[in-house]
């Protein structure tokens, strides 16, 4: 799809009036940002008034001032206690978090499932400790890559130096600072470190860390978190000169955050939620803040519209998008509780919207416990309290069972998160409440995700528009993938995301359709990707569910896309899976309609480290021809052995290829940019249409009569 065939896409897709509106926006904001000169670093006595401070000594006790709202860490003894619950609650959690306050303080950072050392520079840094050597915030700490001026480098991507510069570390060090409270000095250095990162950065030119809104607004509600853990320790009360400095620069980053709003694309997504939610955080959390509290307010009223317009009707995010819906989830759970913190609470509907986020999420867990990774996965969080895998999102749900008093979202014990977030309060409402069921099997209708389940088996389906208003920034050719868990491993999985700038070629191959567990014609796209646009996807498959069933020994489901219906000749790509709970068995049927002759493949993406092509022993030919219909032609000599270094996990069994199938090298991303080897096993459909390809998956202790 070249440039003037998206436009015109746009032009039928999006409401002329919201384009008309785009237009607007960008010219009054070029001006806006021509005249202003761009934002100010408000006056020290600014702030210091607003406060009701006569003094710099009086700063840091009238910034320890209690705030409205449900957070743990609302004032000093709220704190103390949400850090004494930790320790006698959730003890190893509690380590944990001084562990990672203890890297921070060594500069060892994870970024993208790698530790490094930050770079340091020689450059001064005002205010800080004795001895504070400046970090590099213009280097990529993984690759080494320079990013001055904020101009990026060829083949260098522009998320590595964003992780340390959203300053989810500060955090870390004052979780570390109150959980040491017993240990001054401890404690002092987490505290010192803290105020440092925040300064060393306040002070450092401004280029890739102020290149894009998200990531301004978000550091700023990690530096409100901070700032609220720590009010009244011992670090800010010696230190009121460092407290101003930090409490100036919230200031600036709220007035640049207002002047670069993510709001003049055509469909917004979460990077305008993003910029919306920093101010409101920082508003809750510092109301006494220049503006800020005003500020807070406009945002929560935005925020409000948009978590109606950025979520579906079963709660799922419109991204298209599983890995981001866990960042929406994130997302508008802050945007909540500041608004009850400002007394601005959402209404109703938003509201109930909210919770079922937190349904839709636990709908989502797999045979793992994970999500599938449907969609782009840029391993994006919003709360820095504790770092949690790229699947993650169970940890979710004990705050929602709290918030919202649903015992179905109960289904496990609290989280860090909940007792940061909610306090000692939280968890004593998380534990009077009964232990939810697990659901059976989950359709997500709106979103178009799918999950079966049984004891030893998953498998989540990929039947959803590509998300986003149709423009598909976050979805992939997908349309009918599927991934399979057997006893709680992965064996089929979905190629996630490599990299969005830095790699184009990786990035257009990881969303492409070869890369996924469905079929492909004709070694075609199931939608055209446009060329140039890495964040665009226009929805033309059109993939939908027509039939779901749930029941005691089984579950079902029936879908189909037209993405082929403009190749010749036309094809129609159906797609039935069967989970048999009595048998644990699935078999997933792929119907290739239309006429005249099409080749095509069923591509199946193995994640679990190994596979095999064997012709399969007695014991298993057994069982295996008591457990598949017998009226297929099952190809019992080149049956495919999955499994890992620790041995065989499944067998994968196919009936109506042509040939034996094929192996193919290839790459998935565990999360953004996490790179592992894989394999590709390819069934070879050649023929008159219509065609019928079923593909067998059993557990292999099972297979093998153990």
């Known amino acids: 799809m070249d440039r003037l065939a998206y436009i015109g896409y746009l032009a039928r897709t999006v409401p002329p009036h919201r384009l008309a509106q785009v237009a607007a926006l960008r010219l009054w904001r070029g001006a806006w940002r021509t005249l202003e000169g761009g934002p100010q670093l408000p006056a020290e006595e600014e702030v210091l008034r607003a406060f009701g401070a006569r003094s710099l000594a009086q700063l840091p006790r009238r910034v320890a001032a209690p705030v409205p709202g449900p957070w743990g860490f609302a004032s000093p003894p709220a704190v103390a206690s949400t850090a004494r619950t930790l320790r006698t609650e959730l003890p190893q959690e509690a380590e944990r978090a001084v562990a990672r306050a203890e890297a921070a303080l060594e500069r060892r950072s994870v970024v993208f499932g790698r530790e490094v050392v930050l770079p340091g520079c020689d450059r001064f840094v005002p205010l800080a400790s004795a001895g504070w050597r400046a970090i590099d915030w213009e280097v990529d700490p993984v690759s080494g890559a320079r990013f001055d001026g904020g101009s990026t480098p060829p083949g260098a991507d522009i998320k590595y130096p964003w992780v340390p510069g959203r300053l989810d570390e500060v955090v870390h060090l004052a979780c570390g600072a109150v959980l040491t409270a017993g240990q001054p000095s401890r404690s002092r250095a987490f505290a010192d470190a803290a105020l440092d990162r925040i300064l ?27 700032v609220r853990l720590l009010a009244g320790h011992a670090a800010l009360e010696a230190r009121p000169e460092a407290l101003l400095a930090v409490l100036r620069s919230l200031v600036f980053h709220l007035r640049w955050v207002e002047g670069h709003l993510e709001d003049t694309v055509a469909v917004p997504n979460n990077h305008l939620v993003s910029d919306l939610v920093g101010p409101a955080v920082v508003g809750a959390l510092l109301p006494r803040l220049p503006g800020a509290a005003a500020g807070a307010r406009r945002a929560l009223r935005q925020l409000e519209r948009e978590l109606l317009a950025q979520t579906l009707p079963d709660g799922l995010s419109f991204e298209g998008s599983v890995p981001y819906h866990r960042l929406a989830v994130e997302l508008f759970l802050l945007a ?54 790229p699947q993650e999102q169970a940890w979710l749900l004990p705050i929602g069972a709290a918030l919202f008093e649903r015992k ?3 289904l496990e014990g609290p989280s860090a998160e909940l007792v940061w977030l909610l306090g000692a309060a939280g968890l004593r409402r998380l534990e009077r409440m009964p232990l939810g069921r697990r659901p059976r099997d989950s359709a997500l209708r709106h979103g178009g995700v799918y999950v079966l389940r049984s004891e030893r088996l998953s498998c989540a389906i990929a039947c959803g528009s590509n998300g986003t208003g149709g423009t598909g920034t976050h979805g992939h050719n997908d349309k009918l993938a599927v991934e399979i868990c057997v006893d709680g491993r992965q064996v089929i999985g979905d190629p996630g995301t490599g990299s969005y700038t830095g790699d184009p070629a990786l990035r257009n191959r990881l969303r492409g359709t070869a890369a996924h567990s469905t079929v492909i014609v004709e070694g075609e796209e199931q ?18 569910c027509l039939r779901f069933t749930s029941e005691r020994s089984r579950a079902t489901f029936l879908g189909e896309h037209r993405g082929y219906e403009r190749l010749t000749p036309a094809v129609i790509h159906q797609r039935e899976v069967v989970l048999d709970r009595l048998l644990e068995r699935i078999l997933i049927r792929d119907e290739l309609q239309g006429s005249g002759k099409s080749r095509a493949e069923a591509r199946y993406l193995v994640t679990c480290g190994a596979a095999r092509v064997r012709p399969i022993g007695e014991r298993e030919r057994a069982f295996v021809e008591r457990t598949l219909p017998r009226e297929l032609p099952w190809d019992l000599e080149n049956v495919v052995e999955l499994g890992s270094h620790l041995g065989p996990l499944a067998l994968l069994i196919g009936a109506g290829a042509a040939g034996a199938p094929r192996f193919e090298e290839a790459t998935y991303a565990r999360g953004y940019g996490e790179l592992a080897h894989a394999l ?24 093998a009569g153990r």
């Open 408 to 410: 179905e979202l109960h």
């Open 200 to 226: 060393d950065l306040a002070f450092a030119p401004r280029g890739v860390q102020w290149s894009c809104a998200m990531e301004v607004a978000l550091r700023a509600a990690n530096v409100a978190i901070a």
């Open 336 to 389: 909540d509780l500041a608004a009850q913190g400002l007394a601005a609470p959402f209404g109703r509907e938003a509201r109930e919207r909210l919770a079922q986020m937190f349904v839709a999420t636990r709908e989502l867990g797999d045979g793992r416990g994970l999500a599938p990774q449907i969609g782009d996965n840029d391993s994006g969080q919003a709360l820095a309290f504790r770092p949690r895998g």
């Open 527 to 544: 939608q055209p990707l446009p060329s140039g646009r890495l964040f665009a996807l226009p929805d033309s498959a059109h993939a939908r």
């Open 680 to 703: 590709h096993v390819c069934f070879r459909l050649e023929g008159v249409l219509p065609s019928v390809f079923t593909a067998a998956v059993l557990p292999f202790a099972a297979a």
